[in-house]
């Protein structure tokens, strides 16, 4: 099992959370809907939204089968 650098959390917007799930756009939402990946969260207003990124880190640690 290969050690984890916990980075600083940020906000990430769809395009990071792409890049690093490997997942596209209905996919993401589709599992927010079934409660199977982190909710987004509003922010600057009520037309943009982004992702906790610790939240995302722990979901794709926890699909490598890693404790995260």
Do not use: N
Not at 18 to 44: C, E, N, Q, V, W
Not at 52 to 60: G, K, L, M, P, R
Request: charged share 20%.
């Amino acid at each position: 099992m290969a050690a984890t650098v916990q980075q600083p959390r940020c906000i990430w917007r769809l395009p990071t959370v792409k890049l690093r799930t490997g997942l596209g756009r209905t996919t993401i939402y589709d599992l927010m809907k079934d409660g199977r990946f982190p909710k987004s969260h509003r922010i600057a207003g009520a037309h943009a939204v982004g992702w906790d990124s610790q939240e995302v880190e722990a979901w794709i640690a926890a699909q490598l089968g890693e404790v995260a």
